[in-house]
């Protein structure tokens, strides 16, 4: 406990070192800014404006598709009367639509997410593989969801509200075929969902990954490719010249720290003060800044 | 018997197959893999059970597949030219009946199962709460609807569900919130064979998402559970445990099985599991005292044994 520093006990002297430590800040927005299905955090809008004020440049990394980019920037702007830009959001969808151009990807996707994600790949012009939705009675059609249709070229799988066992059956026969691409996007273990944690995404994309034998390419969080698409964006920037905020121990810390970026997590999402207190020194999720809120960097 | 490498029956000498033979009372088999899978029979394996039957074997069967019906399984015994018992034959969801009434359980059960396996439950008297089956909205509030619904769910127990789903999934996780909410499996299985090396993700993966995210371990009704071994024991009044012989396709869910009830053990090549995988197998919990290609070997020295005799 002794190294974690909390915002607002900073002396007015570490405080003017914290705020000359950092260029670029990474901000999550679910449980950070605000809080998930409901409206921003008092002061989190303050404390953004505040960090541009300072010169800091602020870019959102969510692992939240489900609400597109556009939606996002207009839930800042309603919300926070912040002006946020499309270059300035980080989701899976959007990092793998990037991704698929990137290798110049052709082909069908078999899309394991919400019609927003898809939405995007569609928007960019990718081709998404039939889908078997319907309810499964018989072993015959449990065999027709598995195997019918055409063969895919990419298996994505992201947060998907009706996602089922014959879906995930279908990605692994897919994924059987070695020159099929393994995509995943949000892949926390558990997210924090009311007064507790629910099974997340990352629960599934495991479930594909140990039956087919092999990794995905993860641009979500916790993803080490994700971590590789963040270093690239500002090569400018040294990693140890960015903040990263966020709520979640493993996929927004432990996350960041491997990266090198310096650390901060509210508590206003997923994570107590006794689950940070309970941390051995030199834990991996052991982040180097404390606050109670987002809004504690609005005084800074 | 040897520890370390498991011998081909046909490769006994025909003093080791007679001693073999003699050397069990009762056989313990599955069924899917070994008698037949999902389209054919295996050919020679009703030859084998109905040989061994005459030899004076009793016969039981343990199946993880409750999708069927004991009914349905006898008829189909019938077909292929074997006469069974339905108390002969068990399977997760009985043994579900039967652990629950062994301890007292009363009630609301969560279940993610096939429609056999939950009417088995039900004819039984236990009363049950499913679902969704529905396509939900793609939102957090009407997921929110459909896994939190305050119902005093005493029991979660989770087998093969066909249309399994991410939320009927992350509703149970809500229930095993309860430390008191029992939790129960029946297949184990982390792969489920429907023809010769092709596999599907078996219900074993799913169960563990709810292993894993709750943290508890699940009582376990299928093979390889240690209460199904409880139960077996009971129902069959085995004693001699080293007099039994199990038969089955799968290592981990046969073979393991086997061992832990302290059965010999007789992995068939004939199902889920190729002799690739039997070599390059190193956990000792998972190797056969014997394998076979198939039934049909058995049929084969039993045939001999008798020439020999007569």
Redesign the interface.
């Known amino acids: 406990m002794s190294s974690l520093k909390q915002i607002k006990e900073l002396s007015p002297e570490e405080r003017q070192d914290f705020v000359e430590s950092f260029d670029l800040v990474f901000c999550d927005c679910d449980g950070v800014v605000w809080y998930p299905l409901r409206e921003f955090i008092p002061r989190s809008a303050e404390a953004l404006t505040n960090l541009e004020r300072h010169g800091k440049k602020v870019t959102f990394v969510t692992n939240n598709s489900i609400i597109s980019v556009k939606d996002h920037i207009e839930k800042f702007s309603k919300q926070g009367q912040l002006l946020v830009h499309e270059d300035q959001i980080v989701h899976p969808a959007q990092t793998i639509c990037d991704h698929l151009k990137s290798i110049n990807f052709t082909g069908a996707i078999y899309c394991l997410a919400t019609n927003s994600f898809r939405k995007v790949l569609t928007d960019a012009g990718f081709q998404l593989a039939e889908e078997f939705g319907s309810v499964i009675k018989t072993l015959k059609d449990l065999n027709e969801a598995i195997y019918g249709g055409d063969p895919a070229q990419a298996v994505v799988i992201d947060v998907d509200f009706n996602l089922s066992a014959a879906k995930m059956m279908r990605a692994h026969v897919q994924l059987q075929n070695p020159e099929c691409l393994f995509l995943a996007g949000a892949a926390d273990a558990l997210i924090p969902f009311g007064k507790g944690e629910i099974i997340g995404p990352g629960a599934f994309i495991d479930v594909v990954t140990q039956a087919v034998g092999r990794q995905p390419i993860t641009l979500g969080k916790p993803g080490k490719e994700l971590r590789k698409v963040l270093l690239e964006r500002y090569p400018d920037i040294p990693a140890s010249r960015i903040l990263f905020v966020g709520d979640s121990l493993t996929s927004d810390i432990e996350f960041a720290r491997a990266s090198g970026y310096q650390t901060l997590l509210v508590l206003t999402g997923g994570t107590k003060l006794e689950d940070v207190e309970s941390l051995p020194s030199g834990h991996p999720q052991l982040p180097d800044y404390l606050a109670d809120f987002l809004g504690d960097l609005a005084d800074i | 018997m040897n520890d370390s490498h498991p011998q081909h029956i046909l490769h006994l000498s025909e003093e080791q197959q007679k001693k073999f033979l003699g050397s069990f009372d009762r056989v313990v088999s599955d069924i899917d893999g070994v008698i037949w899978n999902?389209y054919n029979t295996i050919p020679g394996a009703p030859e084998a059970f109905v040989a061994l039957e005459k030899t004076g074997k009793e016969l039981t069967f343990v199946t993880n597949n409750s999708v069927r019906t004991v009914e349905q399984a006898v008829r189909h015994f019938e077909k292929i030219g074997m006469s069974v018992r339905p108390e002969q034959i068990t399977h997760p969801s009985q043994n579900t009946v039967d652990y629950l009434r062994q301890i007292n359980f009363q009630g609301l059960i969560y279940i993610i199962a096939s429609p056999p396996f939950k009417a088995v439950l039900r004819e039984a008297g236990f009363q049950l709460i499913d679902g969704p089956?529905e396509?939900?909205?793609?939102?957090?509030?009407?997921?929110?609807k459909k896994?939190?619904d305050q119902q005093p769910v005493n029991a979660v127990i989770i087998d093969v569900?066909?249309?399994?789903?991410?939320?009927k999934?992350?509703r149970a996780?809500?229930y095993l919130?309860n430390p008191e909410c029992l939790f129960m499996e029946g297949a184990t299985d982390?792969?489920l064979p429907i023809g010769k090396g092709v596999n599907?993700?078996g219900p074993g993966?799913?169960t563990?998402?709810?292993l894993?995210?709750s943290g508890r371990k699940p009582i376990t009704v299928g093979k390889p559970g240690r209460e199904l071994g409880k139960l077996l024991v009971e129902k069959y009044k085995i004693d001699q445990s080293d007099r039994v012989l199990m038969v089955g396709d799968m290592m981990a869910q046969d073979i393991v099985f086997g061992r832990q009830c302290g059965f010999q053990t007789l992995l068939v090549l004939s199902g889920g599991c190729t002799l690739e995988q039997l070599r390059s197998e190193t956990d000792p919990s998972h190797i056969p005292d014997y394998y076979a290609d198939s039934l049909a070997d058995v049929a084969q020295i039993l045939g001999q044994s008798r020439k020999s005799h007569f």
């Open positions: 999902m089956n396509i939900i909205d793609e939102n957090f509030q009407s997921l929110a896994i939190f569900d066909f249309n399994m789903s991410s939320t999934l992350l996780q809500l919130r982390r792969f599907i993700i993966a799913f563990n998402i709810l894993e995210a």
